[in-house]
């Protein structure tokens, strides 16, 4: 490549330049490594691109793309497991200004097809599974004109990928673009609601990813064990080397956890994200074989509000470094962050009073204000919406992290977007309307109370799902639990469903249930009804954290 690191850094907003400044500036730093597995001896095998292979392979890709008609704005859909190919392939999809589309398949089948359908995409990129699930269900494919299949197989309807990697006879130039600009389609997996495809610009990853190294103080050097594929891109964008573990991404409860142990001492990785499921899983094990991280300064966790037990537990494997949880959605990451540190000293015990889930201060940049909850769409901003500290309401961010619209979703742009004028700029700007219930305390940290949908009602007075949890989850044998109303002749009256670590409910519950309503009239929280339930938390299929409290509802309802 002819360019120079500043002609790079000028000529495009596009964020896959990341990529060729890394490619010029580190070209033989490894930029990607994914497992192979283990052989017969059971020793883990490993594959691996540099910054310059990994350019490479997006130059080839976005050239066969093009050949193929994928253009600016052509939407793409990415069916496949995170893998080199993966990797590469997506970044050369952000060169040529197409857009890739990525549905999570822990979503499950129908919420998946409805995604597919929604998003018209002209091409697919997808396994085996991916491809055959196209020809089964026409209707939702309909869009497709060519099929690639990541395997080497010649799966009926598809193309094998490798007629994708064409070395091109010219460079395929990076597209200019704005900031604005779309970049690609995030589904959410749609776990308090309706999937909705959320689109990100350049400049939204770009800040993200800036943000994220600034709050962590990440160095160059840094190793990212990436449990979740959107955190590939991103580490991948900042120059530092993204390892791709051997695991079900889909469905992150069941990862080996031997696995991501082997992956962070075999490399030193020095940072980690992974849902509260995940971590539990992991340092379960680690606790177990008596395992400890030294080489990690970082382990990142969201998704679902943290266990304290599991941040405590994680905290006391890493000798150099902290847990962080970010708080944030698909829509606007990371709006604010706490390390374990402040959780420890001081915020878990206030959770365990009833205060809610501290989520830290908002992060540069980034204006965060809490506002009347109320269920009707507000087209402009007003201050007088805004609530004084320590008052609870729904919480609304505006920033360069925050996402403008929705993929052909009118009516929730509508519902969950604000138009706010800046008269210092003269333009129009967008807050977005978390969903989410908390307040500002004292020092003007954020508390998160729980989903807007998830407050319940005794007569009229209303009672949040985190808030109440918090007091009972602080009680050591229990692992989760979930704040529900149900419908009685009396009309609407609270119940607490419990999930105990295994092995740990009383055998005597009935009589155990009396310490549990002590417990909650301490904090003038009438709850009328206690639930053990029998087997594990239902919970959302992306992180397998969010608890399903509308299937737990129904069930509590049964038990009456």
Known sequence: MSASKSEVLTKSNNFYSNIEVAALTTPYKKAVIACTGRDKSGYYGYKQLTFSQLEAACCDYAYGLAKEGVKRGTRVLMMARPSLDFIS??????????????????????????????????????????????????????????????????????????????????QTLTLDVSESDSLAIFFTSGSTGIPKGVEWSHGNMQRQGELLTQYMKLEPDDIDVATFPLFMFITTAANRTCIIPDMDFSAPAQVEPQNIVQLIEDFGANYCFGSPALLNKVSLYCVEKGITLPTMKHVISGGAPVPFSVIERVQSLLPNGLVVTPYGATEALPISFIDSTELQEETGDLSAQGWGTCVGYPVPDVDVKIIRSIEQPIAEWSESLALADGEIGEITVKGPIVTEKYFRRPQEVLKHK??????????????????????????????????????????????????????????????????????????????????FHP??????????????????????????????????????????????????????????
Request: aromatic share 10%; glycine share 6%.
């Open 418 to 499: 604000i138009s706010e004028y800046n008269s210092e700029t003269g333009s129009t700007e967008i807050r977005h309307r978390m969903g989410d219930v908390g307040y500002f305390d004292q020092k003007g940290r954020l508390w998160f109370c729980g989903r807007k949908n998830h407050i319940c009602f005794d007569a009229t007075t209303p009672y949040y799902s985190v808030k109440v949890e918090g007091i009972v989850n602080a009680v050591n044998s229990v692992w989760r639990s979930a704040l529900v109303e149900l419908s009685t002749q009396r009309g609407p009256e609270l119940a607490i469903v419990i999930e």
């Open 89 to 170: 392939l997506t970044f050369a999809l952000f060169k040529i200004g197409a857009i890739p589309v990525f549905v999570d398949p822990g979503m499950g089948l129908d919420r998946m097809l409805i995604c597919a359908k929604e998003a018209e995409p002209e091409f697919l990129i997808g396994e085996k599974q991916a491809i055959r699930l196209k020809n089964l269900k026409r209707n939702a494919f309909k869009s497709i004109k060519k099929s690639f299949c990541v395997e080497r197989k010649k799966i009926l309807g598809s193309t094998p990928l490798q007629t994708l990697r064409i070395s091109p006879l010219q």
């Open 503 to 560: 092995g740990e409910c009383p055998d005597n519950w009935n009589e155990k249930k009396s310490t549990f309503f002590t417990l909650l009239e301490k904090f003038d929280i009438p709850v009328k009804h206690l639930y053990h339930y029998p087997k594990s938390f239902p919970v959302d299929k992306r992180h397998n954290s969010k608890i399903e409290r509308s299937v737990l509802a129904k069930w509590a309802q049964t038990q009456l």
